[in-house]
């Protein structure tokens, strides 16, 4: 029953910083049947839904579904993604795949990508799956966990095609994009360790949810030309503004971000096949961004080391390794020691207990959505919006 956006009364003007509480499986239901009538199939569309809510429930929400209308939606619509996409195994050496992904949704592909992998690294010890002709894939540790949950260690390197937003450390045209990379593992009984990571200091999506909120970012995020700080964060799809890289300037490990970023361009891009950042064409750009990102590469693999090694003892270190780190006196109490998928785990119970919060901006662009498929929009679980 086709529905309009949600009603005046249910979503009064507020602050910008007002959000919605939704219940999880409903917001997961939702971007589901929003999927499936962009033409994916269901078991596709109920993956590509979770790899995209997955963003929101830990917490990580510019990741999540934000994205919906500003990045996945228009794949669709500009065909750049194809739904009915079918991936090509065109190399298969057991322990090793070649995948051309023919411009399927990145977001279950990437999944189908790591479940591959786990499915040769079950057989070999490590499964690797190299993937071009990609699009975007949402959170690379969401497909890293994928391995985690299996008992597995779990890589994700993808660059951004052809898409040009980050310049090189003393260099004046842009060639590299944030280029993810990530890791993850089990933790023994606790959440999983899950390192998802940019190699520039922020991605993209952080920069433009502050723009879109009205606020500044903080020193060392983005630079201008002559590599000052800038904390205007609308400057930087303005092109007056550059992301940095980890490590902050040259002078303090610039170029170890830097460093890892080419690192991603060389799994996933060069191992693969697929578009490169630093290429001849970007020389000839006037400095700002420039390039989509079209023919990404992915590099997946899965590690089983209770193959290498005994299963017990594989448990019990990773278990001694991580409760370690819990355990280490904190410099100040109310702040204990984590390690990277600690918070975001313990996020993701929360919201799954309480709702999954979003901006009263993103709600409205869902009921929007809603009204554009012919569906229902998830309704708040308190009735409307709190600051």
Known sequence: MPLSSPPQSTLPAQAPDSTVRLAYEDLLTFVTDVFARCGLAEERAATAAEA??????????????????????????????????????????????????????????????????????????????????????????????????????????????????????????????????????????????????????????????????????????????????VTDAAAFDRGEAYLGWLGGTPQTGAYKGYGLGLAVEVLAGLVSGSGLGPAPEALDGDGRPSGRDDDIGTLVAAIAPAMLRSPEDVASDADSLFGSLLACPPVDPASPVRYPGWTEGATADAHRADGVPVTAGQYRELGDVAGKFGLTAPAPLDGGLRR
Request: proline residues 7%; contains cysteine; hydrophobic residues 45%.
């Open 52 to 229: 995209l809510c997955y963003g929101d429930l830990a917490g990580m929400s510019s990741h999540g579904v934000t994205n919906l209308t500003r990045l996945y939606l228009p794949l669709f619509e500009e065909r750049r993604a194809d739904p009915a996409a079918e991936p090509d195994r065109t190399v298969d050496l057991g322990a090793a795949v070649r995948l051309d992904a023919r411009r399927a949704l990145g977001l279950w592909a990437a999944a189908d990508a790591m479940d591959l992998a786990v499915e040769r690294a079950e057989r070999h010890g490590v499964g690797l799956v190299s993937v071009h002709n990609a699009t975007h894939l949402g959170c690379a540790g969401y497909h890293a966990a994928r391995a985690a949950h299996r008992g597995m260690v779990g890589l994700v390197a993808s660059n951004c095609g052809r898409q040009r937003i980050a310049r090189p450390p003393g260099g004046r045209v842009t060639m590299l994009g944030t280029n993810p990379l990530a890791v993850a593992a089990p933790a023994g009984p606790r959440h999983p360790f899950v390192l998802d990571m940019s190699t520039t200091v922020v991605p993209t999506g952080r920069v433009r949810a502050a723009a879109r909120a009205g606020r500044a970012v903080p020193e060392g995020w983005l630079t201008d030309e002559t590599g000052l700080p």
